[in-house]
């Protein structure tokens, strides 16, 4: 049968070389038959996966899949360079036919759980990653990004489950720990989020989030001062965290540092301007620091970037009340009540 | 050289500085007639300062000019020091008293005590104790006990003060300006419950009679100002038959601005004198008998929502303190036949003063020189719920000061108050300011994200959200209006019954003015009121405000427009309420009910058809015979009362004369009622 195909190989070639010498007579060079050159051809494209050069990969896994149709490893990888070079339906296309071909293909299900997770077919992606467990019961990325799946669904007890067999199977998986003390964070689970996240940092110091998210849930267990040092540890790691820095501003807020809040505020807005929380931040820490002004300024900046910014408009109502702008304040406030601001309904008895 | 001559210079001063300069000829050779002078000034002022009857104003103004030609002399710092403490302008005195002290720190066995007040009164709270302390330890001699509980009071005055500065409340303070104010005193602002008129005291050249009392300022007149739009007019001299020649001051309103009481210093005893306005003029105000007031001097007045209580200060005897809160309630006949002291839980062993009562009729306002006093009086609150006042509560600094915070009036609103102080930036003297209070901070809302999952880039927002925040404000409903004649349009005095509706009671009576027909009624919440205006020859108009405990304060504009007796002047009875879907009458309708049997019984010749009407649920048969069968059962009501059947007419018309929209709950409401029509007279 390996033969009959090679010869149809051969064949099909032989023809193809013809019909192309009627064309292009001078350029015509006889091709000697190589009988492993999709192997070849495959190979080299595994190769350029690993240099990256995707294109090229895909090129040659083109070259193969052409000599040998049934090549399952290279529908798999060419799946694998269109998954980095984001065409994710390429990529799952690819998977499907490797999947057709060979249904006990490696990691082909997480792969392509991968992708359709890319493209926010949640369900299209747990289906997938739970035959990739079924098959691969210690497959720690599977238990990680299903994980997340859970976590995106809000099921962060499903997820919690997911991140603790993960680091199970990989018991240095930082990612993991970070992840499951954000599930933990969000089950209110403070502390056991502050032992992830610290773990998390201590397998990788150089993760940055996971630095600002110990900082986060430091702040959300009131331990502001600690916090801040978590989040100069983020930045330390990442400079241009502007984040980090909207999260040190907030925390030095916590700790009435009103004046080293506007300067982290400030920083974030350095490196990226157009961040609205951060200008709707500076403009509470300039109230504190009695700049009303200042804070009318800042609110005005972050609600011309969204004009839905409910907080922003009850922050600027705060503000002008304090500059005797009665009228101005009452009409933010009902503008932040509109917009489903709560703390801005009982304001408004202040207003005639 | 010149740096040397001026570093002589600078030695020299400060040599001359540190000492005690007597007014001696020797310290002035050349300046023997300006010394003549000072000396003269001294003299004279001290003929006012060391007086039993003490002018330390005008004592000042002479201590000044001696001041002015030797500023280094121990004992004149420490009088201008001391004149200061007194006066009007006390937080001058510390640079005075200070330079005495340095020039000698035995000017005086008080100096360190009022080295202590002039820093308390600066807000120098610290240093004012360390004062305090040094004062007690100065102590020997008589009087021991009395100097060392003196010093012990500032000292706790001032941990006092400490406190309440860490948590300043947040207020606008601002000066009602110079339509209200003057350079001469004004004080004691009282306001009615709506904040249209605010009645003030005094003492400028336009006073009646324009004599000066013994201290040489204008006798106390009252005045009056009105808020247009948040502007308030120039104050006019209320004149007579309010003011007199000698001394007429505000001590209270009545929530509707028809009652005003006076306080009058007859016979050389303060008391509290009261008078109605009626139309524009206002009545001779007449004493107040006893038991309000007494030999003892009476101060401060303020009449509760329905009239029937009046809370006052009073030095009588067997108070608890120097001068105490009072509450004096009204009989059955109208007469003030009992009065009781307010009680330990707010009048202290030291003076209490100020009571203004607030229209929902249990938030009481005082001012004491004694719970967590920051210093003088304090402006304190207390609230009266199951049968006991509250604990008083501060109400703050900066409202509350180490100076006497004393007079304070609050709108109904409980938004703003009104008070008398003399602070910078003033028309000179005492003024009157109005507070706005801004309740707790409001919280600013930050925003933050994190990135929670580690493999994906999209951070997770999350709001630092700040709980909401209670806004405090008076439970309390003001209804207000003017009343007319309906066809005429002439503003009618009428009288305005005020009733529980659940008890059957009748809470208060008012009476609309009689020139421009204005009225006014606080309502607290947690009830269910009819109101009933009535005139004579006029049908009553009824309304029913059923408030909730939790509902706000809410200012209520109903005009009324009394319909005379005649055939087909046609009311609603807003306060005849049916079981739901039945024909029974519920018991709050009884006094609505007996309203309509005195008219009937006033005008017998009156014959009425009462009428039913339904909103539009449900079918039209089932509506009809439901309002047919509620008629019914008030002319039955009425029949069984007396009221002859031929008089009486039970008309059911269903859903067919809505008088609002069937499309709202507001409009169904309106339109389930029960009418009465005059159809012969």
């Given at each position: 049968m390996?033969?009959?195909?090679?010869?149809i190989?051969?064949?099909?070639?032989a023809?193809?070389?013809?019909?192309?010498?009627?064309?292009?007579?001078?350029?015509?060079?006889?091709?000697?038959?190589?009988?492993?050159?999709?192997e070849?051809l495959?190979n080299s494209?595994?190769s350029?996966i690993?240099?990256k050069n995707?294109d090229?990969a895909?090129t040659?896994f083109?070259?193969?899949i052409?000599i040998?149709?049934?090549?399952?490893k290279?529908?798999?990888?060419?799946?694998?360079?269109?998954?980095?070079?984001?065409?994710?339906?390429?990529?799952?296309?690819?998977?499907?036919k490797?999947?057709e071909l060979?249904p006990?293909?490696d990691n082909?299900?997480?792969?392509?759980?991968?992708a359709?997770?890319?493209?926010?077919?949640?369900?299209?992606?747990?289906g997938?990653?739970n035959?990739?467990l079924?098959k691969?019961?210690?497959?720690?990325q599977?238990y990680y990004?299903?994980?997340?799946?859970?976590?995106d669904?809000?099921?962060y007890?499903?997820?919690?489950?997911?991140y603790t067999?993960?680091?199970?199977?990989?018991p240095d998986?930082?990612y993991?720990?970070?992840?499951?003390g954000s599930a933990?964070?969000?089950?209110e689970?403070?502390?056991g989020?502050?032992?992830d996240?610290?773990?998390?940092?201590?397998?990788d110091?150089?993760?940055?989030?996971?630095?600002?998210n110990?900082?986060?849930?430091?702040?959300?267990k009131?331990?502001?001062?600690?916090?801040?040092l978590?989040?100069t540890?983020?930045i330390q790691?990442?400079s241009?965290?502007y984040?980090?820095?909207?999260n040190?501003?907030s925390a030095?807020f916590?700790?009435?540092?009103?004046?080293g809040?506007i300067?982290?505020?400030?920083e974030?807005l350095?490196?990226?301007?157009?961040?609205?929380?951060a200008?709707?931040?500076?403009s509470?820490a300039?109230?504190k620091?009695?700049d009303?002004?200042?804070s009318v300024?800042d609110?005005t900046?972050?609600i011309?970037l969204?004009?839905?910014?409910g907080?922003?408009y009850?922050?600027?109502g705060?503000?002008?009340?304090m500059?005797r702008?009665e009228?101005?304040?009452?009409?933010?406030?009902n503008?932040?009540a509109t917009?489903?601001?709560?703390?801005?309904?009982p304001?408004?008895?202040d207003?005639? | 050289?010149k740096?040397i001559?001026?570093?002589l210079?600078?030695v020299?001063f400060?040599?001359v500085s540190?000492?005690n300069?007597?007014?001696?000829k020797?310290?002035f050779?050349?300046?023997?007639?300006?010394?003549?002078i000072?000396?003269?000034?001294?003299?004279e002022?001290?003929n006012?300062?060391l007086?039993?009857?003490?002018n330390y104003?005008?004592a000042?103004?002479?201590?000044?000019?001696?001041?002015?030609?030797?500023?280094?002399n121990?004992?004149?710092?420490?009088?201008?020091g001391?004149?200061?403490?007194?006066?009007?302008f006390?937080l001058?005195?510390?640079?005075?008293?200070?330079?005495?002290?340095k020039l000698?720190?035995?000017?005086?066995?008080?100096?360190?005590y009022l080295?202590?007040?002039?820093?308390h009164l600066?807000?120098?709270?610290?240093?004012?104790?360390?004062?305090?302390?040094k004062?007690?330890?100065?102590?020997?001699?008589?009087d021991?006990?009395e100097?060392t509980n003196k010093a012990?009071?500032g000292i706790?005055?001032?941990?006092?003060?400490?406190?309440l500065?860490?948590?300043?409340?947040?207020?606008?303070i601002?000066?009602?300006g110079?339509?209200?104010?003057?350079?001469?005193?004004?004080?004691?602002p009282v306001?009615?419950a709506?904040e249209d008129?605010l009645?003030?005291t005094?003492?400028r050249s336009?006073?009646t009679?324009?004599?000066?009392?013994?201290?040489?300022?204008y006798?106390?007149?009252?005045y009056?100002?009105?808020?247009f739009?948040k502007?308030?007019?120039?104050?006019?001299?209320l004149?007579?038959p309010?003011?007199?020649?000698?001394?007429?001051?505000?001590?209270?309103?009545?929530?509707?601005g028809?009652k005003?009481?006076?306080y009058?210093n007859e016979g050389?005893?303060?008391e509290?004198?009261?008078c109605?306005?009626?139309g524009?003029?206002?009545s001779?105000p007449?004493r107040?008998?006893?038991?309000?007031n007494?030999?003892a001097?009476e101060?401060s007045?303020s009449?509760s929502f329905?009239?029937?209580k009046?809370?006052f200060v009073?030095?009588?005897?067997?108070?608890?303190?120097?001068?105490?809160?009072y509450?004096?309630t009204?009989?059955?006949?109208?007469?003030?036949?009992?009065?009781?002291?307010?009680?330990?839980?707010?009048?202290?062993?030291?003076g209490?003063?100020?009571a203004?009562?607030?229209?929902?009729?249990k938030t009481?306002?005082?001012s004491?020189?004694?719970?967590n006093?920051?210093g003088?009086y304090d402006i304190?609150?207390?609230?009266?719920?199951?049968?006991?006042?509250s604990?008083?509560?501060?109400i703050g600094?900066p409202v509350?000061?180490p100076?006497d915070d004393?007079?304070?009036?609050m709108a109904a609103s409980?938004?703003?108050g009104?008070?008398?102080?003399?602070?910078?930036g003033g028309?000179?003297?005492?003024?009157?300011?109005?507070?706005s209070?801004?309740?707790p901070e409001?919280l600013?809302?930050l925003?933050?994200?994190?990135?929670?999952?580690a493999?994906?880039?999209?951070?997770?927002?999350?709001?630092v959200a700040?709980?909401v925040?209670?806004?405090?404000e008076s439970?309390?409903?003001i209804?207000?209006?003017v009343v007319?004649d309906?066809?005429?349009?002439?503003p009618?005095?009428a009288e305005?019954?005020?009733?529980?509706?659940?008890?059957?009671?009748?809470?208060?009576?008012?009476?609309s003015n009689?020139?421009?027909?204005?009225?006014?009624?606080s309502l607290?919440?947690?009830?269910?009121?009819?109101?009933?205006v009535?005139?004579?020859?006029?049908l009553?108009?009824?309304?029913?405000?059923?408030i909730?405990?939790s509902?706000g304060?809410?200012?209520?504009?109903?005009?009324v427009a009394l319909?005379?007796?005649?055939v087909?002047?046609?009311?609603?009875l807003?306060?005849?309420?049916?079981d739901?879907d039945?024909?029974t009458?519920?018991?709050?309708?009884t006094?609505?009910?007996?309203r309509?049997?005195k008219l009937?019984?006033?005008?017998?010749?009156?014959?009425?058809?009462?009428a039913g009407?339904?909103?539009?649920d449900g079918s039209?048969d089932?509506?009809?015979?439901?309002?047919?069968a509620r008629s019914e059962v008030?002319v039955?009501?009425?029949t069984e009362?007396?009221?002859?059947?031929?008089r009486?007419?039970?008309?059911g018309?269903g859903?067919t004369?809505?008088?609002?929209?069937n499309d709202?709950?507001e409009?169904?409401?309106q339109n389930?009622?029960?009418?009465?029509?005059i159809?012969?007279n």
């Amino acid at each position: 049968m390996k033969k009959l195909s090679f010869a149809i190989g051969f064949f099909a070639f032989a023809f193809c070389s013809v019909n192309a010498q009627t064309e292009q007579t001078d350029t015509v060079k006889a091709k000697i038959f190589d009988s492993n050159e999709a192997e070849k051809l495959y190979n080299s494209g595994v190769s350029n996966i690993t240099s990256k050069n995707f294109d090229a990969a895909i090129t040659d896994f083109n070259q193969a899949i052409t000599i040998k149709p049934d090549f399952d490893k290279a529908y798999a990888n060419r799946g694998l360079a269109k998954f980095e070079k984001k065409d994710f339906q390429g990529a799952i296309a690819d998977y499907n036919k490797t999947i057709e071909l060979n249904p006990n293909a490696d990691n082909v299900n997480f792969n392509r759980a991968q992708a359709r997770y890319a493209l926010k077919d949640i369900d299209g992606a747990l289906g997938d990653y739970n035959i990739d467990l079924q098959k691969n019961p210690n497959h720690a990325q599977a238990y990680y990004y299903r994980g997340c799946i859970k976590f995106d669904k809000v099921d962060y007890k499903g997820a919690i489950e997911d991140y603790t067999s993960a680091i199970a199977a990989k018991p240095d998986y930082a990612y993991a720990y970070n992840d499951r003390g954000s599930a933990k964070r969000q089950l209110e689970d403070i502390v056991g989020a502050m032992l992830d996240y610290d773990k998390a940092t201590q397998l990788d110091a150089k993760m940055a989030f996971a630095w600002n998210n110990l900082g986060s849930a430091k702040r959300k267990k009131g331990q502001a001062k600690e916090a801040i040092l978590d989040y100069t540890r983020a930045i330390q790691q990442k400079s241009d965290y502007y984040i980090a820095y909207n999260n040190r501003g907030s925390a030095k807020f916590d700790i009435g540092d009103y004046e080293g809040a506007i300067k982290d505020f400030t920083e974030a807005l350095k490196i990226k301007p157009d961040y609205a929380y951060a200008l709707n931040n500076r403009s509470a820490a300039k109230f504190k620091t009695k700049d009303y002004a200042g804070s009318v300024d800042d609110a005005t900046a972050a609600i011309k970037l969204n004009p839905d910014y409910g907080y922003a408009y009850l922050n600027r109502g705060n503000s002008k009340e304090m500059l005797r702008d009665e009228m101005g304040s009452c009409s933010d406030w009902n503008k932040a009540a509109t917009l489903g601001v709560a703390n801005a309904k009982p304001y408004l008895s202040d207003c005639q | 050289m010149k740096k040397i001559y001026t570093l002589l210079l600078v030695v020299l001063f400060a040599s001359v500085s540190a000492q005690n300069v007597t007014f001696e000829k020797s310290n002035f050779p050349d300046k023997k007639e300006d010394l003549k002078i000072a000396k003269k000034a001294i003299e004279e002022g001290d003929n006012y300062y060391l007086t039993e009857y003490q002018n330390y104003n005008r004592a000042l103004e002479l201590y000044l000019q001696a001041q002015e030609f030797n500023p280094n002399n121990d004992e004149l710092n420490f009088k201008i020091g001391d004149c200061y403490i007194h006066s009007g302008f006390k937080l001058k005195s510390l640079p005075y008293l200070e330079k005495a002290y340095k020039l000698n720190p035995k000017v005086s066995p008080e100096i360190l005590y009022l080295l202590g007040r002039a820093n308390h009164l600066n807000l120098k709270l610290d240093e004012a104790k360390k004062f305090y302390n040094k004062y007690k330890q100065s102590l020997d001699g008589k009087d021991v006990v009395e100097r060392t509980n003196k010093a012990n009071k500032g000292i706790d005055e001032c941990n006092n003060g400490i406190e309440l500065m860490k948590n300043p409340i947040r207020v606008f303070i601002d000066n009602l300006g110079p339509t209200v104010n003057t350079k001469d005193p004004e004080y004691t602002p009282v306001v009615t419950a709506d904040e249209d008129g605010l009645y003030i005291t005094s003492r400028r050249s336009n006073s009646t009679g324009g004599e000066l009392d013994a201290e040489g300022i204008y006798f106390e007149d009252v005045y009056v100002s009105y808020n247009f739009n948040k502007k308030w007019s120039a104050a006019q001299n209320l004149g007579e038959p309010i003011n007199t020649k000698v001394h007429d001051a505000t001590m209270g309103v009545s929530p509707d601005g028809q009652k005003l009481f006076v306080y009058r210093n007859e016979g050389g005893n303060g008391e509290i004198f009261e008078c109605d306005l009626e139309g524009d003029k206002w009545s001779e105000p007449h004493r107040m008998k006893s038991p309000v007031n007494s030999k003892a001097h009476e101060s401060s007045a303020s009449i509760s929502f329905d009239g029937k209580k009046l809370f006052f200060v009073s030095q009588r005897e067997g108070g608890l303190g120097d001068r105490d809160i009072y509450i004096a309630t009204k009989n059955v006949k109208g007469k003030w036949d009992d009065v009781e002291n307010i009680g330990p839980t707010i009048n202290t062993p030291y003076g209490d003063e100020g009571a203004f009562i607030m229209p929902d009729g249990k938030t009481l306002y005082f001012s004491s020189q004694g719970h967590n006093s920051m210093g003088g009086y304090d402006i304190f609150k207390t609230v009266y719920a199951n049968g006991k006042w509250s604990k008083p509560e501060n109400i703050g600094y900066p409202v509350n000061t180490p100076d006497d915070d004393v007079f304070f009036v609050m709108a109904a609103s409980g938004k703003r108050g009104y008070f008398s102080s003399i602070r910078e930036g003033g028309y000179g003297e005492k003024d009157i300011y109005m507070v706005s209070f801004l309740g707790p901070e409001k919280l600013m809302v930050l925003n933050t994200e994190d990135n929670l999952i580690a493999s994906q880039a999209a951070p997770v927002s999350e709001v630092v959200a700040a709980p909401v925040v209670a806004i405090t404000e008076s439970a309390l409903t003001i209804l207000k209006g003017v009343v007319t004649d309906a066809i005429t349009l002439k503003p009618l005095e009428a009288e305005i019954d005020i009733v529980d509706n659940v008890r059957n009671e009748s809470i208060a009576s008012f009476k609309s003015n009689s020139k421009t027909g204005k009225y006014l009624v606080s309502l607290p919440a947690g009830k269910n009121y009819g109101i009933a205006v009535k005139a004579n020859n006029y049908l009553f108009h009824s309304e029913n405000f059923d408030i909730p405990l939790s509902a706000g304060y809410q200012e209520v504009v109903k005009d009324v427009a009394l319909k005379n007796i005649a055939v087909g002047s046609k009311i609603v009875l807003k306060n005849i309420f049916f079981d739901v879907d039945k024909s029974t009458l519920k018991p709050e309708s009884t006094n609505e009910l007996e309203r309509l049997l005195k008219l009937l019984t006033d005008v017998p010749t009156l014959k009425i058809e009462i009428a039913g009407h339904t909103d539009s649920d449900g079918s039209d048969d089932h509506n009809n015979k439901l309002s047919q069968a509620r008629s019914e059962v008030v002319v039955k009501w009425l029949t069984e009362k007396g009221i002859p059947i031929s008089r009486l007419q039970a008309k059911g018309y269903g859903e067919t004369k809505p008088i609002a929209t069937n499309d709202t709950k507001e409009g169904k409401s309106q339109n389930r009622r029960t009418e009465f029509e005059i159809i012969a007279n």
